[in-house]
């Protein structure tokens, strides 16, 4: 084979270092953000907070769309379909981890079909008690249910979701035999335990942090492995002698699988520089949430991490599918 002269090397070194790579030109056109859950909700306020500053900052729009459905299914579905070049991305929740018919009907695979970006949030969620019980701590309230087999309640969300498998997984952990009482919300469930129809309940800390300050309800525990900021004073679950019991729900950004490199990187920095800028905490400071970030790789293990715990809980509590 014939060698390449000086010149030819040259050329071809300066040819290649003037190619522009995917994120040199990446964004030239706006970026959709899909969310799957309805306008107002956390992970919607999220996107929205997000896009703005990734927009300031990679110079095209970032647009929130909301694809509501399924348990944000049907979003993760038409992300998964999309072109794998950065202009679709996906905002979803730790509930994607939670193995379920729901996904495995749709014919996609959250872990294998979805590439991660980077956490964005924390909401911390509470374990609260009706007053009238007259239990302060975790380990007095577990007496109380071990006293009184099958006669306290449990608020939960719909069975398969978080708030119902959390419920599942502290009687696991506890060693109780709580009845779980399913609602279609949260905030049903805080009406139901202020009134004393249900005996605990796991609910976000911005949704019932008044409601504790004003002796309506009794928190015992934030329920995650660390105090939350906007609860300094109140024990973590695992403080309160009960570890491996975490309700708190992430918020993460994703894209489908197989997006390149350079555009992943660079769509991660950028998310790690907003999640640090004062008005990006503020924002999600009012709305009851803990900014994340981190590395693509630390986002991939914490969903490796969920799907084993969630469906280890699933499977205990006879509801695997």
Not at 207 to 220: F, K, M, P, S, Y
């Amino acid at each position: 084979m014939k060698a390449m002269s000086l010149g030819s090397v040259l050329l071809t070194l300066c040819t290649l270092a003037a190619t522009p790579t995917a994120a040199d030109t990446y964004p030239s056109k706006p970026v959709r953000i899909v969310v799957g859950f309805a306008a107002g909700s956390v992970s919607d306020l999220t996107a929205r907070v997000i896009g703005q500053k990734l927009g300031a900052a990679l110079g095209q729009p970032f647009v929130v769309e909301v694809r509501p459905g399924a348990g944000s299914n049907v979003a993760a579905q038409s992300v998964v379909r999309s072109p794998k070049d950065g202009y679709t991305l996906f905002v979803a929740t730790s509930s994607s981890t939670i193995p379920s018919p729901a996904t495995a009907n749709l014919g996609f695979d959250f872990a294998a079909d979805l590439q991660p970006i980077a956490l964005l949030a924390n909401v911390p969620f509470v374990l609260t008690a009706y007053p009238g019980l007259g239990v302060t701590t975790v380990r007095e309230f577990i007496a109380l249910a071990k006293a009184k087999p099958e006669s306290l309640t449990f608020g939960g969300t719909a069975v398969g979701t978080t708030g119902y498998l959390a419920a599942a997984l502290f009687n696991q952990r506890a060693g109780t035999n709580l009845l779980i009482a399913p609602y279609p919300s949260t905030a049903q469930s805080t009406t139901d335990l202020m009134t004393g129809r249900i005996s605990v309940a796991f609910a976000s800390a911005s949704n019932v942090l008044q409601l504790i300050n004003d002796g309506e309800l009794t928190a015992l525990a934030v329920a995650q492995p660390r105090r939350a900021a906007m609860i300094p004073n109140l024990p973590s679950i695992d403080e309160a002698g009960l570890p491996g019991v975490d309700s708190s729900i992430w918020i993460g950004m994703l894209a489908p699988a197989g997006l390149p490199r350079e555009i992943v990187d660079a769509l991660s920095k950028a998310v790690n520089e907003a999640l640090k800028s004062e008005d990006v905490m503020r924002q999600m400071q009012l709305q009851g949430m803990e900014p994340l970030g981190g590395t693509p790789e630390a986002f991939a293990l914490r969903i490796k991490d969920d799907t084993a715990r969630w469906g280890a809980v699933l499977k205990a509590a006879g509801l695997e599918k």
